[in-house]
């Protein structure tokens, strides 16, 4: 299984922001479709966000629409995050993955057998 390794948690005040990375080891991670979840303690899994391999298509969950933004470096294979406005119901270990499907918002409630390791996302005063 080729790995993504996710990176970029942490401890952060309600209304802060963050930027996670998910970044391809051994492969080049622009030849596909990345997608983040997250799971908080409890809680089903929750697709959060996807992007096309060029990075020209994205989509959001309702959730965190108009607060977290997706990108990407295709040259540094990583993709991007980017937590703002943080709350505390966005606790919770967010994982990225790959694969060759288009990104829709079919894509963000398909379970994937492969997810990386995740980074831990902890939003408290």
């Known amino acids: 299984q080729l790995q993504v390794v996710e990176s970029g948690g942490g401890l952060v005040q309600p209304g802060g922001s963050l930027r996670l990375s998910c970044a391809a080891s051994g492969f080049t991670l622009g030849d596909y479709t990345v997608s983040w979840s997250r799971q908080a303690p409890g809680k089903e899994r929750e697709g959060v966000s996807c992007?096309?391999?060029?990075?020209?298509?994205?989509n959001y969950a309702d959730s965190v629409k108009g607060r977290f933004t997706i990108s990407r470096d295709n040259a540094k294979s990583t993709v991007y995050l980017q937590l703002n406005s943080l709350k505390p119901e966005d606790t919770a270990v967010y994982y990225c993955?790959?694969?060759?499907?288009?990104?829709?918002?079919?894509?963000?409630?398909?379970?994937?057998?492969?997810w990386g390791q995740g980074t831990q996302v902890t939003v408290s005063s």
């Open positions: 992007i096309s391999h060029s990075g020209g298509v994205t």
């Open positions: 993955t790959y694969s060759t499907d288009l990104c829709s918002p079919y894509v963000l409630s398909k379970r994937y057998d492969y």
